[in-house]
């Protein structure tokens, strides 16, 4: 039986195949952001990941779209 290496593209990869649900709380720790900021990201930017609705009292976002939102925003640049 052959071994495959499995090489990683980005630092967030190995989280991304684990796929779950997170609250609020748990997206507001990803992204360094308060809980305010996450709703206005859901008014003012299309590219955030929209939420779940789980049950009629309970929204959820899906992990691997919140990192795949991280991963596309730009680096910052630093000019000496």
């Keep these: 039986m052959q071994q495959q290496n499995l090489q990683r593209d980005s630092p967030t990869q190995a989280i991304v195949s684990d796929i779950r649900f997170l609250n609020i709380k748990e997206v507001q720790q990803l992204i360094g952001k308060s809980r305010a900021s996450i709703y206005r990201y859901l ?38």
């Design 43 to 80: 008014q003012h930017d299309p590219s955030f990941p929209k939420p779940r609705k789980l049950s009629v009292h309970s929204i959820s976002w899906v992990s691997t779209e919140v990192y795949a939102w991280i991963e596309s925003r730009p680096c910052a640049e630093y000019s000496k």
